[in-house]
């Protein structure tokens, strides 16, 4: 399973993007589709997740202001990023967690690379 993400740039503040993640290959579902912030620690942090049956969570950070949504029969994913602050500026990753039935169960996670977000005041 490959991610590829686009849409990243650079907007002022109160300006917007949307992202997009495209999950290729075949054989597979997707299960949880989800957007990560690299931050400043070695963690990665959670922007806003998708489950394959819809159910959605955001970061504190993204209420009321991101949104997040998917296209099953395509497998991919969006992030509408609406009244971008300075403080959203970081690398965006995709992720999602995915599943094979065939030959054999195998279950993983699959990263796409990194967008750019910037926001300049």
């Known amino acids: 399973v490959q991610l590829q993400a686009s849409g990243g740039g650079s907007v002022q503040s109160g300006g917007s993007l949307r992202l997009s993640c495209t999950a290729s290959?075949?054989?597979?579902?997707?299960?949880?589709m989800a957007w990560h912030r690299q931050g400043s620690g070695n963690q990665r942090d959670l922007v806003a997740s998708?489950?394959?049956?819809?159910?959605?969570n955001y970061a504190d950070s993204a209420k009321g202001r991101f949104t997040i949504s998917r296209d099953t029969s395509k497998n991919t994913m969006y992030l509408q990023m609406n009244s971008l602050k300075p403080e959203d500026t970081d690398v965006y990753y995709c992720?999602?967690?995915?599943?094979?039935?065939?030959?054999?169960?195998?279950?993983?996670?699959?990263w796409g690379q990194g967008t750019q977000v910037t926001v300049s005041s």
């Open positions: 992720e999602a967690d995915y599943i094979f039935y065939q030959p054999e169960v195998v279950v993983g996670r699959a």
């Open positions: 290959g075949s054989g597979f579902r997707i299960n949880t």
């Open positions: 998708i489950a394959r049956g819809g159910t959605i």
